[in-house]
């Protein structure tokens, strides 16, 4: 099934500075399966899995950090080029592949 959303749909994602995560860490808390958190203080996104800790979740980087670092373990250049080379800016979203 594709998911494609429009203007008219809002998705709302769980916020807060890394410290506000590392205190929801220390306190047991994880995030669900799917449930996506958004870093304020380093504009990256993670993603839960249900029983990762927060600082062991691997990170979506930030324009800044995928342009400046070629080889951060996240993302690599050939990555990095393929996504530039297809993205055709047309700001939908898709989920599992999908296409529109």
């Known amino acids: 099934m594709v998911v494609v959303l429009t203007m008219a749909d809002k998705i709302k994602i769980i916020r807060g500075t890394e410290g506000q995560w590392l205190t929801a860490e220390s306190q047991g808390k994880t995030l669900d399966l799917g449930e996506i958190a ?15 800790s927060f600082s062991n979740l691997k990170r979506f980087l930030n324009k800044t950090q995928i342009a ?30 999908g296409n529109a």
């Open 68 to 97: 400046t670092l070629d080889s951060n373990g996240y993302m690599s250049s050939s990555d990095k080029q393929f996504l530039e080379i297809h993205n055709d800016g047309s700001n939908n979203l898709f989920i599992d592949g």
């Open 38 to 52: 958004f870093i304020t203080d380093t504009n990256e996104l993670v993603v839960g899995d249900g029983t990762t």
